[in-house]
């Protein structure tokens, strides 16, 4: 299995130009979840999904939209980049709470150094 | 304001040398608390979680510990392939179709041979 991947590894843009950053997990798992990493920030959760065709706002979700269109692949989509955006994405995976159950801990990706000029 | 917070930022240790590392917290309601490990580069990868005060958890070199206001991540007589950023986050949930997950942002371990 390769778990959670993530495409591309690096990228650099230009202020105002828009990129999707694509992650995928072979774990059949039902949740899924987009972070930004930044230096003495922390881990800090974008957006998730907790089912196909779901998604669902996290800490900071201004500037980023995403899709969840096929339970294995979720999107990040960056309609317009800002130097603030400049970070590393990760993407994780868990499989879902069931009800009165514990959560279950995350699987991340290798993530992706986005640079933005 | 739920808020995750560890310690000490960086911390070097000889090999063989035992310490441990801080995560307290303060959250409205706490459903989880996760460690994990990340190495330089890669995505973090899960350690331990525990539920409830009291709760203990051990893995090899590694043992994890709750209390109502904090965990410890204990490391007895550790190796140079310890070293690692470890990362320490608590799940609150204010329903069940609502999700928060906060991490802290981590300890950076050095381990001298």
């Known amino acids: 299995n390769a778990g959670v991947t993530q495409t591309p590894k690096f990228r650099v843009l230009k202020t105002g130009q828009s990129m999707t950053l694509l992650c995928a997990q072979d774990m059949n798992h039902e949740y899924m979840y987009w972070y930004r990493q930044d230096p003495g920030m922390g881990l800090r959760l974008i957006h998730y999904?907790?089912?196909?065709?779901?998604?669902a706002k996290g800490e900071v979700p201004d500037g980023y939209n995403v899709s969840r269109l096929k339970k294995q692949n979720f999107l990040l989509g960056l309609e317009s980049a800002a130097p603030s955006q400049t970070s590393v994405y990760f993407c994780?995976?868990?499989?879902?709470?069931?009800?009165?159950?514990?959560?279950?801990?995350?699987?991340f990706g290798p993530g992706t150094r986005l640079t933005v000029l | 304001e739920d808020q995750v917070t560890q310690s000490p930022e960086a911390l070097r240790l000889q090999e063989g040398e035992s310490s441990s590392l801080n995560c307290s917290y303060t959250?409205?309601?706490?459903?989880?608390l996760f460690w994990y490990r990340q190495d330089p580069g890669k995505g973090p990868e899960f350690l331990f979680t525990?539920?409830?005060a009291g709760e203990e958890k051990e893995k090899e070199r590694l043992k994890a510990t709750l209390t109502k206001k904090e965990s410890f991540l204990h490391i007895t007589a550790p190796k140079p392939e310890d070293s690692a950023t470890y990362l320490c986050a608590v799940q609150v949930s204010e329903n069940i179709r609502t999700y928060k997950y906060i991490f802290g942002t981590g300890t950076r371990l050095k381990v001298l041979a």
């Open positions: 959250v409205s309601g706490l459903r989880g």
């Open positions: 525990l539920y409830s």
């Open positions: 999904s907790v089912g196909e065709g779901t998604t």
């Open positions: 994780a995976s868990s499989y879902p709470r069931t009800s009165g159950g514990p959560y279950n801990e995350q699987f």
